[in-house]
């Protein structure tokens, strides 16, 4: 199928053709006949990415001192490698597709296959969209007409936050495509509405609808002509949809109010408010967030969770429903915003030069031939694999993976024959970039592929117990990222697995590995008897909405990261962990907390400390460790110095390793070679066992013992 994105880098737009989706669970699979192109939004990211690197510098200052923090502890190479790989990372266009159904995935009971729907998905042949975000056409309605739902969404959630009652007078700063519907709703809500914009054809047809509309690119006051039609009272609200980096038109929005007047942002402009402005009218300010309540939350968009309409009366896909029933009973009349309609290979008529253009709305039609069946995608010449060991299969194509896996495995020449991704979209830039001979939307293509001997999950961390299992009885060797499991029950259906299926398993546990850590490991020498190790990770703060914390999904941070911690200390000490006992920072704790403190003991007698915090500051190194053994000390920082106390040698110092290369590297000889796993499976369960044992611990107050 073919997808447009936008080169972020290059500041292409593209035509690309991806591997068609797999209908997810909870979500439907939709055919497109019809996307909108949202000029506004898709334009700010055309010219984005167009923008040479100072002007995108200029435009995410934020950004910037993210790098500068980050150069200061993980240094200048890696920083810059990570801020060009994310430039190098297109991004899909586009929110306001219409179509058909031609797959419901699991807990889907309102849609069939054949169902007309609109949804926020992208300029694509074929999406999978959560069911939360789609919503039923009307017969009445035709896929040119239900392609502005979304828009129209956006439209009526400002509306709603301003909430305007029956002849109040409201201005619409900005007569683009969301400003023309949101003054179409506004009168159908019973308010006089004022419209300003610099394009008189849009002022024109603003008129058409009874708005009062004026151009205001002669030098015209929209505060003389506010205060003037409102007898010097002032306007009731204002709904800014305009898209300007000038101050301008908050202040013009406020000096235009009546007292404790209502200002609404749904577009993008200069926010250096003036408090004088705002102060002696009591005027209120809310940023509208996109199509309604659900949007950005997980329970909701992803889970298939609703608001209990008693509570929650108009969340998205009831804003959804909303404007499509506005549209069939021609309250909205659409039809008047569409520019031009354009099919899909023609795509670059619309984004060829969009800062000139004067279309309000552009549609882009889909010939309807895409075929679903096609999962796997070539990224360049066929390849022959049969016969070749050390032949890898790829689950999972997120940051990490492009990030770090696919980086080292590419230094190694490693062969690798499939990358699979949900979208399709990340795996095949990724297979493009990394030498990959195909990209699949279906990993069970992978699994059944006799040329693979080995299978690299790189997944979200609810997803890796499953797919290890599959894997083991697919009869493949595994390499999985950590954590292993998130459920002492995963692991157990997991073990039973490994125990029939004679391959090895590895977790990516590379911290082991790392030059710093080697070379403590034989500074401490054949017998370096009890040792105590205090490990500390300054993980950063993430908020608290974002997956990793979900236990479900993530399994909090201390499962799915400090585990690495947990490894390390048991590779040093040359023991498995015997119990475990955790404490978190604050009076009631939860079970995903990511402040906590881990005492490992371990069967030898050590004893191992592990410190997870993401209340401390970015500028100190992210992690340390630190070995107290025999009257000597050994301090390993971040990872690209160490220093010791009573040995021979002083340490070392070097460019940030935490060991990804040579892990990689042991892991494809042994694929090749044969032999044992780089890291047993005793420790490998030891440590996954531990990592749970520790939240156990949490919850009871009291020491776990790791059977």
Not at 424 to 450: H, R
Request: charged share 25%; hydrophobic share 35%; proline share 3%.
């Amino acid at each position: 199928m073919k997808q447009i994105i936008q080169d972020l880098k290059s500041g292409q737009t593209i035509l690309e053709e991806l591997p068609s989706p797999q209908v997810k669970s909870g979500q439907v699979l939709i055919k497109t006949h019809r996307t909108l192109v949202s000029l506004g939004t898709e334009k700010m990211l055309v010219n984005f990415g167009k923008a040479n690197f100072i002007d995108k510098a200029r435009q995410q200052p934020e950004k910037v001192k993210m790098v500068l923090d980050k150069m200061k502890t993980d240094g200048i190479k890696p920083t810059l490698e990570t801020v060009f790989r994310k430039l190098g990372e297109p991004l899909p266009l586009g929110y306001c597709n219409a179509g058909e159904v031609i797959a419901v995935g699991k807990g889907v009971e309102d849609f069939q296959i054949g169902d007309r729907v609109a949804s926020n998905g992208n300029h694509a042949e074929i999406v999978s969209v959560p069911k939360n975000l789609v919503a039923k056409i009307p017969d009445n309605i035709s896929y040119d007409e239900a392609s502005f739902t979304v828009i129209g969404a956006i439209a009526l959630q400002g509306i709603r936050l301003l909430n305007p009652t029956f002849g109040e007078t409201i201005v619409v700063i900005g007569l683009g495509l969301i400003g023309l519907v949101t003054s179409q709703l506004l009168i159908a809500n019973g308010c006089k509405v004022i419209g300003l914009d610099f394009d008189q054809s849009k002022v024109d047809l603003a008129k058409s609808w009874g708005v009062d509309a004026y151009n205001t690119s002669s030098g015209t006051n929209p505060v003389n002509i506010a205060m003037e039609i409102t007898s010097n009272t002032g306007v009731d609200g204002v709904i800014i949809t305009a898209s300007t980096k000038s101050d301008d038109v908050i202040s013009q929005a406020a000096n235009m109010c009546r007292k404790r007047g209502r200002i609404i942002l749904v577009g993008v402009i200069g926010l250096n408010i003036q408090r004088s402005d705002f102060y002696e009218k009591e005027l209120s300010f809310q940023v509208s967030c996109s199509y309604g309540p659900g949007r950005y939350d997980e329970e909701y968009e992803q889970k298939g969770n609703d608001y209990p309409i008693g509570f929650v009366r108009w969340t998205e896909k009831r804003n959804f429903q909303a404007i499509l029933e506005a549209i069939n009973t021609k309250k909205l009349n659409v039809q008047p915003l569409i520019s031009e309609i354009i099919d899909l290979e023609d795509y670059n008529k619309v984004y060829g030069d969009m800062n000139s253009s004067k279309s309000i709305a552009s549609i882009l039609k889909y010939s309807g031939n895409a075929d679903i069946s096609q999962t796997i995608v070539s990224s360049g010449e066929k390849r022959n694999f049969e016969g070749q060991k050390g032949v890898l299969g790829i689950i999972g194509a997120g940051n990490y993976t492009k990030a770090m896996v696919l980086p080292n495995l590419k230094k190694l020449n490693a062969e690798i024959k499939y990358i699979a991704s949900a979208s399709g979209l990340s795996g095949t830039l990724a297979a493009k970039k990394n030498n990959i001979a195909n990209s699949t939307t279906d990993y069970n293509e992978i699994l059944k592929d006799v040329d693979v001997d080995a299978v690299l999950i790189t997944t979200r961390p609810y997803q890796h117990s499953k797919l290890v299992i599959e894997a083991l009885n697919a009869g493949k060797h595994v390499f999985v990222e950590k954590p292993l499991a998130l459920t002492y029950e995963e692991l157990e259906d997991l073990d039973t697995a490994y125990k029939s299926a004679n391959k090895t398993l590895t977790v990516g546990f590379n911290r082991r590995f790392s030059p710093f850590v080697n070379d403590a490991k034989k500074q401490l020498g054949d017998n370096p008897g009890t040792m105590n190790i205090v490990a500390t990770m300054n993980a950063g703060y993430i908020p608290p909405e974002i997956w990793v914390h979900d236990m479900e999904i993530g399994g909090g941070r201390i499962i799915s990261e400090a585990c690495h911690l947990i490894d390390l200390i048991t590779f040093l000490t040359g023991s498995l962990v015997e119990s475990v006992v955790m404490n978190s920072l604050g009076n009631n704790p939860k079970e995903n907390t990511d402040n906590a403190s881990i005492l490992l003991k371990y069967k030898n007698g050590s004893q191992g400390i592990v410190n997870y915090f993401s209340n401390g500051s970015k500028s100190y190194s992210k992690e340390r460790i630190e070995i107290y053994s025999q009257n000597r000390t050994m301090i390993i920082d971040n990872f690209r110095k160490s220093k010791y106390y009573g040995f021979k040698s002083k340490g070392m110092k070097s460019g940030q390793d935490k060991g990804q290369s040579l892990q990689f590297k042991l892991f494809l000889d042994s694929l090749k070679k044969g032999g044992d796993a780089i890291i047993s499976y005793e420790e490998i369960m030891n440590t996954s066992k531990a990592s749970i044992a520790a939240i156990e611990s949490l919850k009871k107050g009291e020491w776990v013992k790791v059977e």
